[in-house]
């Protein structure tokens, strides 16, 4: 089981940027699709970004243009740079490892590994 754990949330106000990372123990950047996910009071956990093993990325449309997901595979470390926030953007973020090697997904369904989840809150 992979462990991951998010930093970088805080409170900040709309037009702001933040920077968030995930620290992941294990090989698992260079063999596994990582995501981004948020869940915003009341409403279901969402899709925000992923990077494949090799490097590609996809986002949600909400956020295209205004987030950048990367990764530092020496450092076995995600990152989501967020930039233009909006108070929409208000919500928990979770980093999160793919069950299968290999395998490209942006459904929640199949990461199996997730972080406790960081705060982010954009004050209008």
């Known amino acids: 089981q992979v462990q991951l754990v998010e930093s970088g949330g805080g409170l900040v106000q709309a037009g702001d940027s933040l920077r968030l990372s995930c620290a992941a123990s294990g090989r698992t950047f260079s063999t596994t699709t990582m995501g981004w996910f948020r869940q915003a009071p009341g409403k279901e956990r969402e899709f925000v970004a992923a990077i494949t093993w090799i490097g590609g990325t996809m986002y949600a449309d909400s956020v295209k243009g205004r987030f950048a997901i990367s990764r530092d595979i020496p450092k076995n470390t995600m990152y989501l740079q967020m930039n233009s926030l909006k108070p929409e953007d208000t919500a928990v973020y979770y980093c999160?490892?793919?069950?299968?090697?290999?395998?490209?997904?942006?459904?929640?369904?199949?990461?199996?590994?997730w972080g406790q989840g960081t705060q982010v809150t954009v004050s209008s």
């Open positions: 999160a490892a793919g069950r299968r090697t290999y395998y490209f997904s942006t459904d929640s369904d199949d990461f199996g590994s």
